[in-house]
């Protein structure tokens, strides 16, 4: 079946250094992939996202490349700042993903939790 | 755009009762997904609705649950005879249709004594 695997944490950083996040995947078919941000008391909620291999997702200074040759998608950030603490989830799509017409669960990470000081 | 709403926010149960969710999509969304969450895990799948068809079930989802989505509108998760490992958070999510992106809710709670 589908899993995510990510880097264990805590990950633990300064203000403006830069972050990485590890993320492989197993997977069926052409899934899409996705980061998903949990903010200290606040829902999910999607980052970026990249439907096929070579797709760079990006979104307030975060990016992840899909790279099918190595089932990775790592996530990351030029320069964190402390509003960038949070729990950070990788995901697949099953089912999605170029050419997919269909679009079913979402397979997560066990999440990474980011604490950024000043 | 009022986003997902859960309701209640927060549950807390005695074990052997039963307890009910409700989720309120984003209105003209028709795919409704239900997941669970325990400490320091993802959400993990539980089940999912097309309009008001519910196309997958998780083994997850055992006997004691049940879902349902009346009119493709709001959703709602029951849990009969509660266990203490039924305690978790309840995420729901919608997308609209040929779309990956899910949105989630708020989530709700539960904690059973």
């Known amino acids: 079946g589908n899993s995510v695997t990510q880097m264990e944490g805590p990950v633990t950083l300064s203000e403006e250094a830069f972050l990485t996040i590890n993320c492989t995947y197993t997977a069926t078919g052409y899934p899409s992939l996705f980061w998903y941000v949990q903010y200290p008391g606040e829902g999910l909620q999607l980052l970026l996202k990249a439907t096929k291999a070579d797709d760079k997702g990006s979104n307030k200074g975060f990016e992840a490349t899909y790279r099918k040759e190595t089932t990775s998608f790592h996530l990351e950030k030029g320069s964190v700042q402390v509003s960038d603490s949070a729990v950070y989830f990788c995901?697949?799509?099953?089912?999605?993903?170029?050419?997919?017409?269909?679009?079913?669960?979402?397979?997560f990470g066990q999440g990474t939790i980011l604490t950024v000081h000043p | 755009d009022t986003g997902v709403s859960q309701n209640p926010r927060h549950k807390i149960t005695k074990r052997g009762q039963n307890v009910t969710f409700r989720c309120d999509p984003i209105?003209?969304?028709?795919?409704l997904y239900w997941y669970r969450q325990t400490l320091g895990q993802g959400p993990e799948f539980l089940t999912y609705?097309?309009?008001?068809?519910?196309?997958?079930k998780s083994r997850l989802l055992s006997d004691r649950f049940s879902a349902e989505r009346p009119k493709g509108s709001f959703s709602t998760l029951e849990i009969q005879r509660t266990e203490q490992g039924d305690s978790a958070m309840y995420l729901c999510?919608?997308?609209?249709?040929?779309?990956?992106?899910?949105?989630f809710g708020p989530g709700t709670r539960l904690l059973v004594l």
């Open positions: 999510a919608s997308g609209p249709a040929y779309q990956e992106t899910q949105y």
């Open positions: 609705f097309q309009n008001e068809a519910q196309l997958e």
């Open positions: 995901a697949l799509s099953d089912l999605g993903g170029a050419g997919g017409t269909s679009y079913g669960k979402l397979t």
């Open positions: 209105s003209e969304h028709n795919r």
